[in-house]
């Protein structure tokens, strides 16, 4: 589509003077500029000041520019909060959007912040039911992803039966949990805490811990 006219002025003028306007409405195309036309000091600045204002709402989006127009500042600093928030970050409007490659390479990630397997399988129904007719071919594959016990010949079956019907979210998620292995379902429902019980006082040695353990 071409550089917008004031972001072309923009650079030009830095040529001569040093110094440009960043904000939060031309970051995004100057960036995009600077990286075409190898303004390398402005697209430096444009990368800080987009990781300076990332969140939850938009590190989605902010990673894939990121990896688009290789700001590896903001790549990791977008990663890091996907990661580190995706209980919230799948919560937002734009994680409905995302490819099925981005969602992949979330759920690839080692770090992903989910205090438990099981709490992964939520997001891939909310995504899958968001655009059910395309996306539930990627369903196992999605799952597959997730160390969960899940039996592959009841879900394709099911899946197979279900082609023709318009599947709910809740549709799916029973589809889900009836295709975990019985083993599973009894460890998911129960609790993974363990309680510590330290015996002692204030200058005086330890004298009994004791471990509880409800598994």
């Not at 960043?22 to 990368?47: G, H, P, Y």
């Not at 395309?134 to 160390?147: D, P, V």
């Not at 889900?176 to 609790?191: D, F, G, T, V, W």
């Given at each position: 589509?071409?550089?917008?006219?004031?972001?072309?002025?923009?650079?030009?003028?830095?040529?001569?003077?040093?110094?440009?306007?960043?904000?939060?409405?031309?970051?995004?195309?100057?960036?995009?500029?600077?990286?075409?036309?190898?303004?390398?000091?402005?697209?430096?600045?444009?990368?800080?000041?987009?990781?300076?204002h990332l969140d939850?709402?938009?590190?989605?989006?902010?990673?894939?520019?990121?990896?688009?127009?290789?700001?590896?500042?903001?790549?990791?600093?977008?990663?890091?909060?996907?990661?580190?928030?995706?209980?919230?970050?799948?919560?937002?409007?734009?994680?409905?959007?995302?490819?099925?490659?981005?969602?992949?390479?979330?759920?690839?990630?080692?770090?992903?912040?989910?205090?438990?397997?099981?709490?992964?399988?939520?997001?891939?129904?909310?995504?899958?039911?968001?655009?059910?007719?395309?996306?539930?071919?990627?369903?196992y594959n999605l799952?597959?992803?997730?160390?969960?016990?899940?039996?592959?010949?009841?879900?394709?079956?099911?899946?197979?039966?279900?082609?023709?019907?318009?599947?709910?979210?809740?549709?799916?998620?029973?589809?889900?949990?009836?295709?975990?292995?019985?083993?599973?379902?009894?460890?998911?429902?129960?609790?993974?805490?363990?309680?510590?019980?330290?015996?002692?006082?204030?200058?005086?040695?330890?004298?009994?811990?004791?471990?509880?353990?409800?598994?």
């Amino acid at each position: 589509s071409g550089i917008q006219h004031d972001i072309l002025e923009g650079l030009v003028n830095y040529a001569y003077t040093s110094q440009i306007e960043i904000t939060k409405r031309n970051v995004q195309s100057l960036l995009e500029a600077a990286d075409l036309l190898q303004f390398l000091s402005v697209k430096k600045a444009c990368e800080q000041f987009l990781v300076r204002h990332l969140d939850i709402d938009n590190c989605i989006g902010m990673h894939s520019f990121a990896e688009f127009h290789v700001c590896p500042e903001l790549e990791k600093e977008s990663r890091r909060i996907l990661c580190s928030r995706f209980k919230e970050v799948w919560q937002q409007e734009e994680f409905l959007e995302i490819s099925l490659e981005k969602f992949l390479f979330i759920l690839s990630r080692k770090n992903l912040s989910v205090w438990k397997e099981e709490a992964v399988i939520e997001p891939v129904i909310k995504w899958t039911a968001h655009d059910v007719e395309n996306r539930i071919e990627c369903l196992y594959n999605l799952l597959s992803y997730i160390n969960i016990d899940i039996d592959p010949v009841y879900l394709k079956t099911a899946l197979g039966l279900q082609r023709s019907c318009l599947l709910t979210e809740n549709k799916i998620r029973s589809l889900i949990y009836n295709a975990l292995n019985p083993m599973h379902k009894e460890i998911s429902q129960r609790s993974t805490a363990t309680m510590y019980i330290i015996g002692g006082y204030y200058w005086h040695p330890l004298s009994e811990v004791h471990v509880w353990d409800p598994l």
